[in-house]
Structures are given as C-alpha cells and as structure tokens.
C-alpha cells in the first residue's frame, strides 16, 4: 500500500518555523519528484515547493527566500522548513510524490497536516 504521512503541523505564532515530514512508502521513492502543496480554507491547494529525484527545486513566489524543501532518498523522507511564518501561510499542507514515464503521470498525496500561524 502506498502511504505519505505528513507530520509536524501545528500552532505557531507570526515569525515562527516549523518543519514539516512526509515519510513516503510503498514505491520507489527515488523515481519520484516530491512537492508540498497548501490549501487554506476557501481557497484553491496551491503547490508550495517542489524537489526532483536529482535536488532540483522550485518555490512558489510567497514563500521564496522563507520555506526550505528537502529530501532524503535512504530515508524515503522529504522536508518542508518554514521560517518565517505569516499568517497568510496558514493552511493544510500536504505531501504529494509525481513520476512521470512512458508519458504518463503517477501521483501520490498524504492526508495533510494543519498549519496555523496565528497571535
């Protein structure tokens, strides 16, 4: 059974960090590019940041310069540092595994974790 268990979430206040985990199981974590997606309440999920299989990343705008994405393949685990944090961060965040063959797509999501920044 394929699994993506997000951890890490929680309550933190305006110019706080967090990190957040995916533990990823049940397929080969290394032929997979690794994102981290966000969905605040009312609103569109949002791709946060992204890592390939090789280390090449990709941010969204908002968060350049504040959220760090990592990934460590003996581990099958991918990484999430939030520094930072506004309140406009706060949202469900959630781990997402894409790999593209044979011109195709294959994509896994985790159940999310809440994130709220908050005073």
């Known amino acids: 059974q394929v699994q993506l268990a997000e951890s890490g979430g929680g309550l933190v206040q305006p110019g706080g960090s967090l990190r957040l985990s995916c533990a990823a199981s049940?397929?080969?974590?290394?032929?997979?590019?690794m994102n981290w997606y966000r969905q605040a309440a009312g609103k569109e999920r949002e791709l946060v940041a992204g890592?390939?299989?090789?280390?090449?990343?990709n941010y969204a705008d908002s968060v350049k310069g504040r959220f760090t994405i990592s990934r460590d393949n003996a581990k099958n685990m991918a990484y999430l540092q939030m520094n930072s944090l506004k309140p406009e961060d706060t949202a469900v965040y959630y781990c997402?595994?894409?790999?593209?063959?044979?011109?195709?797509?294959?994509?896994?999501w985790g159940q999310g974790t809440q994130v709220t920044v908050s005073s």
């Open positions: 997402n595994a894409v790999r593209r063959s044979l011109g195709l797509v294959r994509g896994y």
């Open positions: 890592i390939t299989s090789a280390g090449s990343t």
């Open positions: 049940g397929f080969t974590f290394n032929n997979y590019a």
